[in-house]
């Protein structure tokens, strides 16, 4: 995870991600910090395209705070998640969403 | 179905203020917020704010969430987290609360909508690109997430926000390669300003953005100077390399809750665009749902807490039938004591249009005449601006600062009473206060710093206000400031400079120095082969092959010692120089028998 800010001027050195998770996406294992979002787990492994619109553009993180709707993923299967809002856990399997996302039942 | 006697929306500090004076008043209230942590925006603020320390001046956006965060739970405020108010409908209102996947109902006397705003979207080539951020994202990610995004980056708007934001990714270690403004002036304050010009970067002011380069991701961005109708001007285009965009073009009220309960929503374009009726109460068109922070007037934090508080007050006078009057009365004398200053110019004259008067001026805007006790040490303010703001004046133990009748006017210091004590410094949310004191043949100026601290007596390269190089100088003295982050660096620097250097950087040792040529070995090579244990000239002789060149050691060998001499402390008279081997110079075969033969001749 090479986009890290671990040392701070004002707020210190990150202490508080003793255990790394893993979780998927495109099927690849990725590590995350617990207290990561989906969201800023996929920009620390250097993944800025979360998925593409209808028309094929791709699209990435824009608001960070669950107001734009740009960052949809598609998380074990379910579509229309936002991943800067949704917190990464382990073994989940995310997958970039087309369009409005398909739902596997 | 659930019931509370209030339901306030939103958890920044407007919202938590107006739980805490309800709940403060033995109200029942719940405070509902979609994120995964409470405090709005403050979780993700690393400066230090502005306004006096009854609003904590002084501290942190983070800080201040915190202790908001702290007394709200003290008081008995009920928080649900990652919860999303539905939909708000005449029987009840519907909570969805996204970690249990699951809805729920609420019945409520009354609501304090404080859910804030959102960021503005501006339209140019390409702007769907991933790698286009808005500013708060980027704070979010960097600050609360700990993840940088790029490595260049480049902002759009320079008001508080995007001055903020770059300062924020400087210390983030990114490199902010401009600012791009589309007005002929900076729209945040001077001191934002100041603070990341003295470190370089530019503000581009009469520019904005046309298009964000790259196919799948950003790779650059194209600028273009704007005419007097802030239309790109063809032919003036200008290309950055950056892997990273910011927006930081303003913000709009997050209206949509407020208007599906029915309270009539107007557009004032100088409150922020659409927002909420309100009266000065905070009370909207309807009886029972008040308002506050951003919703109602794009400002700022210290704004929002106060009208947090008044609408608590208020709501928790109805449900409880006491009269808090004089706490109501106390906070609306706040708000007109901040909102005097010519920073508060549009939302005074954006209420008007509710028939809401807020007085202007009253403040003190002349700058202080420079009758300066030379060779003293003393402050140094640079706050040219009329910002409500006193932190200098209420944390000076000698009562040295004021800033006048009202929180805008503009700092002067009385110097027969300043003692030099650098309180003041470390406290200036602006760090806009500097030491400085003339010595016979040098000067010292003491810097407000957050950064990795240099070491004491290092040399480094001094820069201007604007940051650029103005010559060497050095570490005098640091002085540390552990809790609140704010150092003292003091640096000697060269006399008449006091009132120039403004910043420093660190000078960055150049690897590719070459130090013995003839075998083209590098400083790194020899610092790294001394830390292995290659103390000894000789020794790094035979490692390196160091001046076991044709030179014969003339260039490198001094060298050489004064690196092993810097790095092992031992001085270079002390050190073993090596042998001196002949030939001195290099001599063929054939000159050496030739001489051979002059000898037989
Ligand atoms: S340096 Fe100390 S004495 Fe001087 S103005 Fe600042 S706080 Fe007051
Ligand atoms: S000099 Fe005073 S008024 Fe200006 S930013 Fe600093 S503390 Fe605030
Ligand atoms: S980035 Fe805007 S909703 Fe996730």
């Known amino acids: ?105 | 179905m659930v019931k509370h006697q209030a339901l306030v929306i939103g958890a920044g500090p407007a919202g938590l203020c107006g739980a805490i004076a309800m709940a403060e008043n033995g109200v029942d209230v719940l405070v509902v917020d979609e994120g995964l942590e409470p405090g709005g925006q403050l979780p993700k603020q690393t400066h230090k704010f502005f306004g006096h320390e009854g609003f904590f001046a002084s501290l942190r956006g983070f800080e201040i969430g915190k202790i908001l965060i702290e007394r709200a739970r003290k008081n008995g405020v009920k928080l649900l987290l990652k919860t999303t108010v539905a939909g708000i409908y005449e029987d009840a209102i519907v909570l969805y609360n996204r970690e249990l996947e699951k809805t729920q109902e609420l019945k409520v006397d009354y609501i304090l909508i404080a859910t804030g705003a959102s960021e503005k979207f501006i339209s140019f080539k390409k702007n769907y690109l991933p790698g286009i951020y808005g500013a708060g994202a980027v704070q979010t990610l960097m600050n609360q997430y700990r993840t940088l995004p790029g490595k260049n980056f480049i902002i759009i708007g320079a008001g508080n926000i995007g001055l903020i934001l770059g300062y924020q990714l400087l210390q983030a270690g990114a490199n902010v390669k401009a600012i791009i403004e589309a007005s002929s002036k900076v729209g945040g304050y001077a001191v934002h300003a100041n603070k990341i010009k003295r470190m370089g970067v530019p503000i581009i002011l009469n520019h904005t953005i046309v298009e964000a380069i790259g196919e799948e991701k950003v790779n650059g961005a194209i600028i273009a100077k704007v005419d007097a109708s802030f239309k790109p001007i063809p032919g003036t285009e200008r290309e950055f390399v950056v892997d990273t965009i910011c927006l930081a073009v303003g913000l709009q009220p997050n209206v949509e809750l407020a208007a599906q309960i029915g309270a009539r929503i107007e557009y004032v374009p100088k409150l922020g665009g659409y927002v909420p009726y309100r009266d000065e109460n905070m009370k909207t068109s309807l009886e029972n749902v008040y308002i506050a922070g951003d919703l109602a007037s794009i400002e700022e934090a210290t704004t929002a807490m106060i009208e947090g508080y008044i609408a608590g007050y208020n709501i928790a006078q109805k449900i409880t039938g006491k009269d808090f009057s004089e706490q109501i009365t106390k906070m609306k004398r706040e708000l007109v004591e901040f909102r005097k200053g010519p920073f508060s110019q549009k939302v005074r004259e954006g209420l008007k249009h509710f028939n809401i008067s807020f007085s202007e001026g009253g403040y003190r805007t002349k700058i202080q005449n420079n009758e300066e006790p030379v060779g003293k040490l003393r402050v140094k303010i640079e706050c040219p601006q009329n910002i409500p703001c006193n932190p200098c004046e209420t944390s000076c133990p000698t009562g040295a600062i004021t800033v006048g009748e009202n929180i805008n006017g503009i700092p002067h210091v009385d110097y027969d009473k300043c003692i030099g004590c650098g309180i003041c410094v470390t406290k200036c949310p602006g760090l806009a206060i500097f030491l400085i004191q003339e010595f016979e043949k040098s000067s010292i100026v003491g810097i407000p710093y957050e950064f990795e601290l240099p070491d004491e007596n290092e040399k480094v390269i001094l820069l201007d206000k604007n940051g650029n190089e103005i010559g060497y100088g050095k570490v005098e003295k640091i002085v540390k400031n552990n809790r609140f982050h704010t150092h003292i660096v003091f640096l000697n620097i060269p006399k008449g400079f006091e009132n120039d250097v403004r910043h420093f950087k660190k000078i960055v040792k150049n690897y590719e120095e070459i130090i013995c040529r003839c075998e083209s070995i590098t400083r790194k090579e020899i610092e790294d082969a001394i830390e292995e244990g290659f103390t000894d000239f000789e020794e790094l002789r035979r490692y390196l092959r160091i001046s076991m060149g044709p030179c014969g050691g003339r260039v490198c060998r001094l060298q050489t010692l004064s690196i092993i001499s810097e790095k092992t402390g031992i001085p270079i008279s002390e050190l073993d120089s090596g042998r001196y081997r002949p030939p001195s110079i290099p001599l063929s075969f054939k000159a050496i028998l030739n001489g051979e033969d002059d000898k037989n001749e």
């Open chain 1, 1 to 105: 995870m090479k986009r890290r800010v671990l040392d701070h001027p004002i707020l210190g050195h990150k202490t508080d991600h003793r255990e790394e998770i893993e979780f998927f996406f495109e099927g690849e294992k990725l590590k995350a910090y617990p207290d990561d979002t989906i969201a800023s787990a996929l920009i620390a492994n250097g993944i800025d395209i979360f998925g593409f619109s209808s028309s094929g553009k791709p699209r990435g993180l824009f608001c960070a705070i669950g107001k734009c709707s740009s960052c949809l993923v598609e998380v074990n299967g379910i579509p229309n998640i936002r991943a800067c809002i949704t917190p990464v856990k382990n073994g989940i399997k995310v997958k970039r969403q087309k369009g409005k996302g398909k739902p596997t039942w």
